[in-house]
């Protein structure tokens, strides 16, 4: 499902931030378990995003990323892009501000990848993800395509 081949940086978290990180890492990972967690993904993408929230900063997300793979490893493996996306969003709504989360597919192929953006650029990825995969949907604050 993911394309990324080294971990992320890890980082050091201050108790509160690593329990913030290890709570929306283990949500994430219920929200996408299974084979098919679109249903889980829109409604909580739909309650997240919900309220007045101000966008992430490109540093906000990749600080989110770097937060949840280090409070849980696993996330930063190659095939845990859609949890740690997720993961990452939940853990900036936690701090009063979101990224969008970009789930995309590589055409003629079953290859999904997931990121988050923000201001339409992809934020913590190795590599930008958008010339490879053609993006089925987007969550972000006011609309989910």
Same mark, same amino acid.
């Not at 050091?12 to 949500?27: C, F, K, S």
């Not at 997931?114 to 010339?131: I, L, N």
């Given at each position: 499902?993911?394309?990324?081949?080294?971990?992320?940086?890890?980082?050091? !978290?201050?108790? &509160?931030?690593?329990?913030?990180? =290890?709570?929306?890492?283990? *949500? #994430?990972?219920?929200?996408? $378990?299974?084979?098919?967690?679109?249903?889980?993904?829109?409604?909580?993408?739909?309650?997240?995003?919900?309220?007045?929230?101000?966008?992430?900063?490109?540093?906000?997300?990749?600080?989110?990323?770097?937060?949840?793979?280090?409070?849980? !490893?696993?996330? &930063?493996?190659?095939?845990?892009? =859609?949890?740690?996306?997720? *993961? #990452?969003?939940?853990?900036? $709504?936690?701090?009063?501000?979101?990224?969008?989360?970009?789930?995309?597919?590589?055409?003629?192929?079953?290859?999904?990848?997931?990121?988050?953006?923000?201001?339409?650029?992809?934020?913590?990825?190795?590599?930008?993800?958008?010339?490879?995969?053609?993006?089925?949907?987007?969550?972000?604050?006011?609309?989910?395509?």
């Amino acid at each position: 499902m993911s394309v990324v081949t080294a971990l992320p940086p890890r980082i050091r !978290l201050r108790p &509160g931030e690593y329990l913030v990180a =290890l709570a929306a890492a283990l *949500a #994430a990972a219920w929200i996408t $378990r299974g084979d098919h967690p679109d249903q889980r993904i829109r409604a909580a993408m739909d309650r997240v995003l919900r309220g007045p929230l101000r966008p992430s900063t490109p540093k906000q997300a990749e600080h989110a990323v770097q937060a949840v793979t280090t409070a849980v !490893l696993g996330l &930063g493996g190659t095939k845990a892009c =859609l949890p740690r996306s997720v *993961a #990452a969003v939940l853990y900036c $709504r936690a701090h009063g501000h979101v990224p969008a989360l970009v789930i995309g597919l590589r055409p003629g192929t079953a290859d999904v990848h997931a990121w988050v953006e923000v201001d339409g650029e992809p934020a913590a990825e190795p590599f930008d993800p958008r010339p490879a995969y053609l993006p089925v949907t987007h969550h972000r604050q006011g609309a989910a395509l």
